[in-house]
């Protein structure tokens, strides 16, 4: 095995090991310094100059949109910080570039609110009217996991992961694990919500017993995001909505609505667990209907008598 695959194998341990990394992000890095690998025609690491990079650089650019560059950049400029911090190259090539590339920004997208609603009530109809006691149960998850999806711009991967003991009813509040093991607390503001999730724990409290995850399938295992999503889609069609839904558009719908109602921003960012208030940022630019109301309302323009 050459230096450069055993030093990938050991940076990847040290992730694991010492970084306490969670698996999704070693294995983004693992792909994408595989892929680096496959690409640099040199088998040392101190042999790897701005030069070799540069050409890397140039022919991710040939492939992939810059967003999916940035983030295969980021991972081996970590890989060569590591060997740079373990003293394996004496310089890193990386210190020696000027990497800028503009990156198209890419508007969140929402759900109108009355489409909401109309979604929400075709779950609760379909647990009014399913004929079986199967598909009334199914319903009543499904109407839990909306509603907390709504209420707390969770993500999906998030809400999938959930413990019992990370909701408590009682108090009303949510104990979220996000990205990078980050811990963040939110409080449920609607009793609806409450009421539901009650009600969901009260009828899945065996199935939740059983696999120690909060949401769970009949069979008592816990739901995976593809689940999640194929719910979603189905309820979309049972309530013939055109528009294409997916779990992290009630996250987009969440922070723009709060954001339209004049909620600050940095509280909008610790509610949905982002590290940069500069990825929170975006929401500024959808908040369109806010920003009518402001320009209609508070304009000079509007006392002008001509």
Not at 2 to 31: G, P, V
Not at 112 to 118: G, K, M, N, R, S
Not at 246 to 265: G, K, S, Y
Not at 291 to 302: A, E, F, G, N, Y
Request: proline share 4%; hydrophobic share 35%; with cysteine.
């Amino acid at each position: 095995m050459n230096n450069l695959q055993t030093q990938i194998n050991n940076y990847l341990i040290y992730c694991q090991e010492q970084k306490r990394l969670d698996s999704k992000t070693i294995k983004a890095y693992q792909i994408d310094l595989k892929q680096f690998y496959s690409y640099i025609p040199i088998t040392e690491a101190n042999q790897i100059t701005p030069d070799i990079i540069e050409k890397y650089i140039a022919k991710l650019h040939q492939i992939y949109k810059p967003k999916t560059v940035k983030r295969k950049l980021a991972s081996t400029k970590a890989f060569f910080r590591y060997l740079e911090y373990k003293e394996i190259i004496e310089r890193n090539p990386f210190n020696r570039l000027q990497i800028k590339f503009r990156e198209p920004v890419i508007l969140p997208k929402t759900i109108p609110l009355y489409t909401v609603e109309t979604f929400l009530s075709t779950i609760y109809n379909q647990r009014t009217t399913a004929p079986t006691t199967y598909q009334k149960r199914n319903a009543l998850r499904d109407a839990a996991i909306i509603e907390l999806l709504f209420a707390t711009g969770i993500r999906i991967t998030e809400l999938c992961s959930l413990k019992p003991f990370d909701i408590n009813l009682h108090e009303k509040t949510i104990l979220i694990f996000g990205k990078g093991s980050k811990e963040r607390k939110i409080q449920i503001g609607n009793d609806d919500v409450i009421t539901i999730l009650q009600e969901y724990t009260e009828n899945f409290t065996y199935e939740i017993q059983a696999c120690n995850y909060f949401f769970v399938n009949q069979s008592g295992r816990p739901l995976s995001d593809q689940a999640v999503r194929r719910m979603i889609n189905k309820y979309t069609s049972l309530a013939a909505i055109e528009l294409h839904i997916t779990p992290h558009m009630f996250r987009h719908t969440f922070a723009t609505c709060l954001l339209e109602a004049d909620v600050n921003i940095r509280y909008i960012q610790e509610m949905l667990g982002h590290s940069s208030i500069n990825i929170t940022e975006i929401y500024t630019h959808v908040a369109m209907s806010k920003q009518r109301d402001i320009l209609t309302s508070k304009h000079p323009r509007k006392d002008f008598r001509i």
